[in-house]
Structures are given as C-alpha cells and as structure tokens.
C-alpha cells in the first residue's frame, strides 16, 4: 500500500508517522508543502505538529497551502486521507470534516494516554479491528471537539463519529473526557468514511516500549483491509 | 550623546572598568563601542567572577569530545554517534515575564545544541520556586510551564525529565534552568571558531527588532523594586522559527558549506561576532545596514544589543552563497551577508557608509576582566542530637504521609502532563522516573538524563552539597541502568560581591570537580547565573548537575514499579540514618540545622558500579535510588508506580526505626530481585564487600511494616499524587 504524508512547516510528526508507516510495510514517501501534486497514492496522511505556527487557528493556514487541493480533490475520489492531532484540525479547516478544534477545557496542553472506543467498524480503517477499545496517546492543545447540533446529528445519524474518548471498560463520561469534547468525541469521518481525523497519535504506540501497542494495530489493520 | 562615566555606570560597568576600556582603547570608546564593551564585560557573558575557579573542573574523559567553552559540551556514544548537551539558566527574564522568559531559556538552549550539527532528541528543566504561600508562587510557576511547554511542544523535541523545588529562598527570584541534549554524528560536528580571510558572514534566522536590549546586563544583576520596568529586556520566542530556523541549518549542515556557526544568545549579535572571531583569532567587519531589521530605524547601538530570538550567524565557504540561500528560501527564512573575515583582528562596524565602531577583539574577549573575588569558607555544622523520645509521639505512617505530601516530594504530573514527552517516537522512560530515556533512533542504544540539584545541602554545607547532587546524579542514570558518562552544570548562586555567597560558589564547584574526578563523570559545559538576589536577599546556592549515560541495549533499562509479587527488595549500601537536612527534621521536627549527610566517593562509586552489575547481568528487575524523603518514601514510589505492596521485615540491630527509614544517608538504591536470582545477587554484593539489608517482599496491594504501617495503595497514591494539583487549582 503506497503512502504520503505531507510536511507542512511546522508539522513535528512527520518523522514518528513516516517509521510508523515503514514499520507495518506501508511504501511511505514524504510530500513537501509546496509542491503542485501528490505521487500516486492509496493513503495520505497529514501529520501532527504546529503547522505554520498555528498561528492565526490550528490549521488553518496550512488549509489554504499549495497542497491542499491535490488533498481535496484525492479525498473527493474517495481516497483515504487520514489526519492526526493537527492534521485533524487541518481537515476541519479545508471543511473535509465537520466542526471545529477548541482550545482544551482545563487550557492547558495535555500529554497523555487515553482510551478510546471505536464507534464505527463499518470504514476502511476500523473494519474487523480485533478490539473495541484502543489505548492510545495525545498531546495537545486544542483538542476540544465542537460542532453545531445539526452537524452533530448528523455525524451520528450517519454514523460518522469514529472514536470516542472513553475509560479502559469502554464507560464514555465525563471523567474519561481529557479536554471537554462534545460527546467525548476523538475522530470522526467525512460522509463517505474515507477521511479520517482524529486527535490521538497511532504512531505514538506501535511499540511495547514506547506508551504501548495498540497503535500498531490501527495500522495493520488498515493494510488487511486494504488487501 | 557623550560618553561619560555616569552613562558607563548605566550600562552596568563598574567606573574602573571604564577607565581600563578607555586606557585600552586609548581613547573614549563611543556609545555603540560602550555598548560592545558592557554587552561582552558582563557577568553573564564575560564569567569574570566565576573563570578562576572553573578552570579547575574536571573536563576530560576517554568519552568526551568536546568540553567547556563551545556552545554545548559533545560526548561519544559508539558508532560514530556522539550526543552533544547543555543546561542553561534563564532565570532573571522568568522572574520577570515567566511565558516568555521560559520559553527563550528552552529556545535558547536548544540552538546551543542545533548550532554544533545536532538534531535535538531530548529536553529537561529544573525549576525553583519560592514558598507555596508566596502570592507569586501560583502565576509564576504556571507561566513557566506554559512557556516551556509552549516552544518545546511546538518544536517537537519530547520533555522527558525535570525537578520542581519550593524554598522561601526564591521568592523574589525563581530559577529556571532548561536543558537539552542533541545526536550528532560524530564526524560531522560544527564549531563555533572562524577560519580563512574574506568568508562571507552570514545573518540568517528572524529579524533584529528592539526586544531583549540588555537582556544580557539585566542577568548580570540583582532586583530590585522597580524589576516591572525591565520587562522589555526579556525577549519574545517563537517557537515556529525557530523549527524552520532547526531544520534549514540541519539541512545546510549536510555538505561542507558551513566553516563556523554560532547562535545569537546573549547579547546577540554582539557576542556570537566576537566570539567567532576570537577563536579564529580574525578580524569581522559587519555592515549593519544590511542586517535584516523588524523595526524601522534601528540604530547600530539596537542593532548589536538587540536579543531578538532564533537567529543565527554563519561563516561561509565561498562561493556557497546562492546554494545556502536556497535553503534559507525553502524555510522562508531571512538570508543575509552582512559582512566578511578580515585580517585587521577588529571588529569593524559600518553603518550609513561609515565606521560607527572598531575595537581590537582581544580587548573584547581575552582582555576582558578578571576577578578573584574574596570569599568565605563555610563550616560544617554541628551534628544534631535529636531526642528520641520525642519521636515516639509520631506515628510512622503519618509522618509518611506528610512527607508523601510534601510540595518537595510529591508527584508533579500536572506540570509534566503540559510537556509533549512522546513526540519523536522514541521515548521509552517518560518524566517521573529517576531519569528519562530516550532510544538512539534508529539503534538499540538508549540515553538517559537526569537533572539534579540540592539547595538545602549546599546551604548547610557547600562542599558536601557540590559532591552530593553529582553523586545523586550519577546514582539516578544509574538506577535506570544508565552507565553515567558525563554532566552539565548550572550553577545559580548569590551575589558574588558578597563573601559568602563567592564562597558558596567556590566550594560547591570544589565539590562539583572532586566527586566528577573521582566518579569519572566529567564536566562537558554549563553557565553560570549569579545575582540572583532581590532587595539583599539571594537565592540558597543552588547548582544543577544535568547527566547523561548511556544503555548500549534499551532493553536493559530499568524502572522503579515494584514488577511481581514475591520477590525481594533489597536496601544496597548502609543506613546510618542521618536525619540532620532531611526533609523529616524540616517537616516534623521542624529542625533545620544539622551537617548534610556525608558523602563518601568510595562507596557511591563502589555501590553504583556493583548496581550496574547487577542489572547488566539481568539480576534486578526494578531499581530506586534513595534520596529526599529516605527509605520509605523510595519505596513508596515504587509502589506506586508498580500497584503493587510491600511487606517490610523487622528491623536489625539497634538502629531506630525513625533514622533508619527517613535518614537520608547517601549511596544506596532500592532493588527488587526475583527469587531465581538471589544466590547470584548475593554472590556479587559480597564480591565488592557491598553492605545491603533485606528490606521486605513484593506483597499486596499495601505498605506494611509490623503493627507501625498497613497504608493501601490508594492512600499513598492520595498522598502522594494530589498536592500539587490541588494547589494550582486553589
């Protein structure tokens, strides 16, 4: 399965998701921020990071890049566009996905494990995953889901809310919410379920040593499906 | 405006400073060159309080590539792998603005590190604060953490270890001390000495504005009342330049463009032009107008004082000039050439067509005051004699509860929570542990780094305290199965006019340089930071030892967390119980005289190099090593972190249940040891004629010692990991 993921100025991850990529076999290569088009892939990939700054919002400079409509229009084919911590609030600005990224309840960054409950198994990312639950990371900022009432009705009505942030049993409440997401929402898909966003790290756990494994199987599971 | 020895005053130097300026220059040095003179005169760059006495550290080792006096120290690790580190102070501009002036004290440190050709692979910070009850305790503290959290997290470089302290001592004068270590190959290292006549000079990074002017002269003296106007002389991060500015110089690096390169900290432009061309032992002439400004009008005086952030300066091949442009283009970063070597050993300032300054560098630099400052030797205080009975009306949990509590000793998870500890993918012992580990990416090698200091010994007993935090140091890389190769060093201290502050500093680096001999565990780079006083009252000495080792197989490492139920733990090395500085004289006996425990090189080596035995043969499953807080504090720890009890044995001879448990006797680690191996542990303690004492077994889910303790998990954990939370959230 051939992979990109692109570098914004100030993306950070771009590296972690690259080995992580390599690791479970994917052919990755790496796309710079200014370049017209995107070398023929099944995945791309929009890392974590600070890109340009985050100045102005998160995201939303790096949605109005050079790159950005060869991600557009890949995604609107029904390619698999996949968007990690800021690559997520990148896809909410281009209008990708619904919503929008607020700064976290307790303002501060915050930078640890989570739990996570996969909502929806009918996608090319999550079909026949083993578990239910995934331990994962994150680190930021504005991690805070929100979008309006509508658009939330909508996302559960077609079932578009991917994972959500929950205890180690799978309870989603407030306790297991680390920075005030509506509906302790974590990812969610565009209509199609081709584009994924989502705010933890995947690349952060793909090994025992590192904060644990589970990432390692959101990304085999991606290539079986893909198979 | 004339030059007179009142303006000269104003700039911080001393009036017989200005009159050797003007007896060397022969001549009154005009307001840019007084500038030049305080900016490169000061304390803070010029360290002439402090030279005399660094010059004897130990700073050299079978490892060490690079000692003191470039931008950061350098160490082999194997394979052409070498590991470049510093630790540096950015105490003055937090007390101030503590976002910012944190944030520049990590941006700062980190292009120490990038300067030499190093990719930044780990961050750490030591960070005092005055009294929980001080009303500026709160703010500061949350605005340094912000701020080191704001540019470390936005750079992308994990945080993986850290101190927080409290002390009345530095409630008008915080400390914030930022570390960073980078990996480097070791063949492709940069420098910072200029060589070859006619090189163009080379301004790249952001643009010079009026921020952080005498930025360096504010950190070369104390506070007063009216410290608010100061705030603009701290400077303003941004973190994201400094990424771009990160990987264009890392991507420059890759050829043979680049003959010097140094960063502009400090008094800026100012001190890395003259620094380059004193170890070239060259002339630099800089057309200032050429010098890409934010502002307009920017005067040469502002030009060469500003301390605008994440800018650098280059000494260029020739000819490499369209190619190194490129790359600055791609990083939209500004390129410049403001100027070239010159034979003239000068540095020649043009502006508008004109000369504004020349002044012979070796006035600058080697010239620059010396000063052997009188000092007061401390003495060792008298041994306390505590009543023991009156430790019969404190119950042993209790006391450990409180100590678990204290601000000194507690968990500090809110302020390690706001640091990115992951990013990188490669590290694999996260802030909490006695050192943070990060993988050698892309190897089986790990390093690991702890940062260390103990106000409170080197108050009592600055000789002892200097020796002690090395020892600490070296014992913490050590219980994460760390070999320790070598240190960095941030000494904060006082007022080094008066006595006894000169003295404190003197001893402690006599300290710092006998157990870094004697431990093989040499000095590779530091700072200085002095006055750090307000309104007469200085800061308890306080030097921060930062150390790196090594673990040539990550699978080797070790944590604390108690693993399986059944095995043994072991106390390695002796308790005497020494309680005089111990934190359970200060909190429950509120008895703060006393001698530090002595520190004994033999052992601690002895002991250290028995511990890396054990866990290089696979012997010890978990290790802790006993500091603040004793024996049932360190083995608290572990219990927490592994969820798992502890059933403590009766007690051995006649030492007294409360010295044995909260001394803080030196030297010894907690291990815990799988049955299977036990004989061979044994074997080996005895080989190196290592004291060690059956503490207990890994036992359910509580600490337990006779009917003195039965505390659960769950009320160690409220102990232990709620103050700090509780108290920003109050």
């Known amino acids: ?227 | 405006m004339e030059v007179t020895e009142a303006v000269a005053i104003d700039h911080g130097l001393k009036k017989e400073e200005f009159s050797k300026i003007c007896e060397l220059l022969k001549r009154t040095p005009n307001l840019t060159e007084l500038a030049i003179f305080s900016a490169m005169w000061n304390e803070h760059c010029s360290y002439k309080s402090s030279r005399k006495h660094l010059k004897k550290m130990h700073t050299k080792g079978k490892q060490v590539i690079q000692g003191p006096g470039e931008n950061a120290g350098v160490i082999d690790i194997g394979d052409d792998d070498a590991i470049v580190f510093k630790i540096e102070s950015h105490n003055h501009p937090s007390f101030i603005e503590p976002y910012q002036g944190a944030a520049t004290g990590v941006g700062g440190i980190m292009r120490d590190v990038f300067t030499m050709g190093a990719r930044p692979i780990a961050n750490l910070n030591s960070i005092h604060f005055g009294s929980p009850q001080h009303k500026k305790t709160r703010n500061l503290l949350r605005g340094v953490v912000k701020g080191i959290g704001g540019y470390g997290n936005c750079i992308g470089v994990p945080t993986i270890a850290g101190q927080t302290t409290f002390d009345e001592s530095y409630n008008g004068n915080i400390l914030v001390n930022a570390m960073t270590l980078g990996l480097v190959n070791k063949n492709k290292i940069f420098y910072s000495k200029a060589a070859g006549l006619n090189k163009p000079v080379i301004y790249v990074g952001s643009k010079t504005g009026r921020d952080g002017i005498h930025g360096a002269s504010m950190a070369s003296a104390t506070f007063d009342d009216k410290i608010e106007e100061k705030k603009p002389t701290v400077q303003v991060g941004d973190p994201f330049t400094e990424k771009l500015l990160l990987e264009a110089c890392l991507e420059l690096m890759a050829d043979n463009s680049i003959i010097a390169i140094q960063d502009m900290g400090a008094a800026g432009l100012t001190s890395s032009s003259v620094e380059m061309a004193s170890k070239g032992n060259l002339g630099i002439e800089l057309n200032l107008n050429k010098v890409p400004c934010r502002e307009e009008k920017m005067t040469p005086y502002e030009i060469m004082l500003s301390e605008s952030q994440e800018r650098m300066l280059i000494v260029l091949e020739k000819g490499k000039e369209e190619h190194a442009k490129k790359i600055f283009d791609k990083w939209n970063l500004d390129f410049a050439i403001i100027g070239k070597t010159t034979n003239s050993k000068k540095i020649e300032l043009i502006f508008n067509n004109k000369k504004v300054a020349e002044i012979p560098i070796d006035l600058l630099a080697e010239n620059a005051p010396i000063y052997d400052r009188p000092w007061k030797k401390t003495k060792l205080p008298q041994k306390l004699k505590f009543d023991k009975d009156e430790f019969k009306s404190l119950k042993l949990s209790d006391c450990l509860k409180k100590i678990l509590s204290n601000s000194n000793v507690s968990d500090k998870k809110w302020i390690w929570d706001q640091y990115d500890h992951t990013v990188m993918g490669d590290t694999i012992q996260k802030p909490g542990g006695d050192a943070g580990v990060v993988r050698v990416h892309g190897t089986n090698k790990a390093v690991a780094a702890s940062v260390d200091s103990s106000a409170l010994y080197c108050f009592s007993h600055p000789l002892t305290g200097g020796k002690q935090i090395v020892c600490e140091s070296y014992r913490n890389l050590i219980s994460v199965g760390a070999k320790p190769i070598a240190i960095t060093n941030c000494l904060n201290f006082g007022n080094p006019e008066k006595e006894k502050n000169m003295g404190e500093f003197v001893e402690c680096v006599e300290g710092i340089t006998e157990a870094s001999k004697y431990l093989d565990f040499p000095v590779v780079s530091g700072n200085v930071s002095f006055y750090n006083e307000t309104k007469d009252k200085g800061i308890k000495p306080t030097p921060t030892i930062g150390g790196v080792g090594l673990i040539p197989d990550y699978q080797q490492m070790l944590t604390m967390d108690f693993k399986t139920e059944g095995n043994l733990v072991y106390v390695i090395g002796k308790t005497d119980g020494h309680l005089d500085q111990s934190i359970f004289a200060r909190e429950l006996l509120n008895e703060k005289k006393g001698p530090p425990p002595t520190v004994n090189l033999f052992n601690e080596k002895n002991i250290g190099e028995t511990v890396l035995d054990l866990s290089r043969k696979k012997l010890i499953v978990s290790c802790h090593d006993v500091s603040i807080g004793g024996i049932l504090t360190a083995v608290s720890k572990m219990c927490i972190k592994g969820k798992k009890g502890i059933k403590i044995n009766s007690l051995k001879g006649l030492i007294n249940k409360y010295e044995y448990f909260f001394g803080e006797d030196q030297a010894r680690y907690i291990v815990e040891i799988p049955e299977v191996s036990l004989k061979r542990v044994k074997e080996i303690l005895n080989k190196y004629s290592v004291h060690f004492d059956e503490l207990g077994t890994v036992n359910g889910q509580s600490i337990a010692y006779k009917d003195d303790i039965n505390l659960s998990i769950e009320e160690l954990e409220d102990a232990y990991k709620y103050w700090l939370k509780k108290y920003m959230d109050s």
Not at chain 1, 68 to 86: R, T, Y
Not at chain 1, 92 to 107: A, H, M, P, R, V
Request: proline content about 3%.
């Open chain 1, 1 to 227: 399965m051939r992979s990109s993921v692109i570098i914004f100025p100030g993306s950070n991850c771009d590296r972690d998701m690259d080995v992580a990529l390599k690791k479970f076999g994917f052919k990755n290569q790496m796309v710079w921020h200014n370049d017209q088009s995107i070398p023929k892939s099944d995945l791309i990939v929009l890392p974590g990071g600070f890109s340009y700054g985050d100045y102005l919002r998160c995201g939303s400079i790096a949605s109005k890049s050079k790159i950005i409509k060869s991600v557009i229009d890949f995604a609107n084919s029904g390619g698999l566009v996949l968007g990690i911590c800021n690559g997520f609030q990148i896809l909410t600005e281009t209008g990708l996905l619904n919503g929008i990224l607020q700064q976290n309840k307790f303002l501060n960054f915050i930078c640890c494990n989570v739990f996570v409950k996969v909502k929806d198994k009918q996608n090319k990312y999550f079909k026949d995953l083993k578990k239910d639950v995934l331990e994962l990371h994150i680190a930021h900022n504005e991690g805070n889901y929100f979008c309006s009432d509508d658009e939330l009705k909508s996302l559960e009505d077609n079932n578009q809310i991917a994972v959500t942030y929950c205890g180690k049993d799978g309870s989603e409440n407030e306790t297991t919410n680390p920075n005030g997401a509506i509906k302790n929402i974590a990812g969610i898909f565009n209509k199609n379920k081709n584009v994924l966003g989502m705010m933890p790290h995947p690349e952060r756990m793909i090994d025992k040593y590192l904060s644990g494994e589970d990432g390692s199987l959101f990304f085999k599971n991606i290539l079986d499906n893909f198979k």
